[in-house]
């Protein structure tokens, strides 16, 4: 027997066990009909039926493709977020090309729909509803689903309001109470909420899910409910926190912390440190800097200084992290009583050249309101006619027209809760 020959056969322990596995197989098979025949002479067994498997139409396939690829975003993938465009181009050219009988079929038209909400753009339901046939009941979901693509968000919400969610194919359920939540948020907040929680129920794992829970923290902010906020910022922190969005979620959550109200400044310290001790030092240290620079730019100056100093603790002594840390701990002690004297010595010390654009603003701006308070205190002790009367409690960092600019994008990103590019 040749080598080759030699190594073409299995080990004999293995073929010993395929024996074996095929014995009890047969075992297994035979058993009904020596039940049935008492094992003398019965009826022989009758052939196996396969399991009844429906067929899925090519645009229930494509979708399907299609939403694997961004559940893999939401776990962090940048090469899944850089080739979704191209699959949807992909996507879009082989539904255009179907045969309008294709659309009978109701699982084809809410995989087309699907399709449409999760990024595919309007041109899909156009060729749906100019084809003609379209089953009645998926008319109006398409012409809302088409309104909604386009912008026309009262005709949206009044047809789309028709269908429940939670009666839609497992495809379509989750998107479709995504699509409802981001249509009524403005007018009903409650009922937006509500429906961004069903949505996070309907598709579990999935882009989905991060997309309702994103935005389900941020509307719960907006109105105020500090509990409830934490919560859900933790459960991101642990699920979502490299999703590829997980950016707009870092820089939203340092502006909605800083602006909810607390009892005091130390509870929503005591919040924060709650929420951030959920994830490792890195990610950690990047939201300690992102709400220092949020409570400088929002007056909140105790948790400003709080964030920074943690941020300080979690970085390296020379890195850029380190430098944005002092910057930002050093600006937050501009109006602190007794503290300005500190707060100028620091602000000379730092090395400009690891600063940002923006930092670089920052570190300027704070030296300008360090001098502008010093000098008042200097002109009064020199002209004992009209002293300086001191004003009562510290006394407010003026604010720069960058922190204007800041605070005006992050109310436009408020007010566009359901931006399309944004999932």
Same mark, same amino acid.
């Given at each position: ?6 190594l073409s ?32 002479g *019965? ?27 961004q ?12 080739a979704q ?5 992909h ?17 084809n ?5 699907a399709?449409?909400?999760?990024g ?7 060729r749906?509803?100019d084809?003609g046939?379209? *089953?009645?009941?998926?008319?109006p ?17 009044t047809?789309l309001?028709?269908f429940? #969610?939670?009666?839609m ?12 939540a ?7 907040p ?23 829970l ?8 907006q ?20 999703s ?7 820089q ?19 919040q ?6 959920e ?5 950690r240290?990047?939201?300690?800097l ?8 929002q007056?909140?100056? *105790?948790?400003?200084?709080? #964030? ?6 979690? #970085?390296?002594?020379?890195s ?11 600006a ?5 009583e007794?503290r ?15 600063? *940002? ?42 604010e ?9 994008a ?14």
């Amino acid at each position: 027997m040749s080598g080759d020959t030699t190594l073409s056969l299995p080990p004999v322990r293995e073929r010993v066990a395929a024996g074996l596995a095929g014995l009890v197989l047969a075992l297994l098979l035979a058993a009904p009909a020596l039940a049935a025949g008492g094992g003398h002479g *019965g009826e022989p067994p009758k052939p196996i039926e396969p399991l009844p498997v429906a067929q899925r139409g090519l645009p229930v396939e494509l979708v399907r493709t299609l939403q694997l690829l961004q559940d893999r975003i939401a776990r962090g993938s940048t090469q899944a977020h850089a080739a979704q465009r191209q699959l949807l181009v992909h996507i879009e050219t082989r539904f255009l090309a179907l045969e309008p009988e294709t659309w009978i079929d109701p699982a084809n038209a809410r995989a087309g729909v699907a399709f449409a909400l999760a990024g595919g753009g309007p041109a899909v339901l156009r060729r749906m509803l100019d084809g003609g046939k379209l *089953g009645e009941a998926e008319v109006p979901l398409v012409q809302g689903a088409l309104a909604y693509v386009e912008g026309r968000e009262k005709e949206a919400r009044t047809l789309l309001a028709k269908f429940d #969610a939670r009666e839609m194919p497992p495809g379509l359920a989750g998107q479709l109470a995504l699509t409802q939540a981001a249509l009524t948020v403005r007018e009903a907040p409650r009922r937006a909420l509500e429906l961004l929680a069903q949505a996070r129920l309907l598709a579990p794992g999935t882009l989905v899910e991060e997309g309702a829970l994103r935005r389900e923290i941020f509307v719960v902010a907006q109105g105020g409910d500090a509990e409830r906020f934490e919560a859900l910022s933790i459960q991101y922190l642990r699920r979502f926190r490299r999703s590829v969005y997980a950016g707009n979620f870092r820089q939203r959550f340092a502006a909605a912390l800083t602006r909810l109200d607390f009892a005091s400044d130390g509870a929503r310290d005591a919040q924060l440190a709650r929420m951030l001790d959920e994830i490792e030092p890195d990610g950690r240290r990047e939201l300690y800097l992102l709400v220092a620079r949020a409570g400088l730019d929002q007056g909140r100056r *105790g948790t400003a200084l709080f #964030a920074a100093e943690r941020a300080a603790g979690l #970085a390296e002594p020379d890195s850029v992290a380190a430098t944005q840390a002092r910057l930002y701990r050093a600006a937050a002690l501009v109006v602190v009583e007794g503290r300005l004297d500190e707060s100028v010595e620091a602000l000379r010390g730092i090395d400009r050249a690891q600063l *940002g654009e923006a930092d670089r603003r920052l570190l300027d701006e704070a030296l300008s309101a360090a001098t502008q308070i010093r000098t008042p205190a200097q002109t009064g002790s020199a002209n004992s006619a009209k002293p300086v009367p001191a004003s009562p409690g510290p006394r407010a960092l003026p604010e720069a027209a960058a922190i204007g600019r800041a605070q005006e994008a992050l109310a436009r990103i408020d007010r566009l809760m359901d931006d399309r590019s944004d999932p």
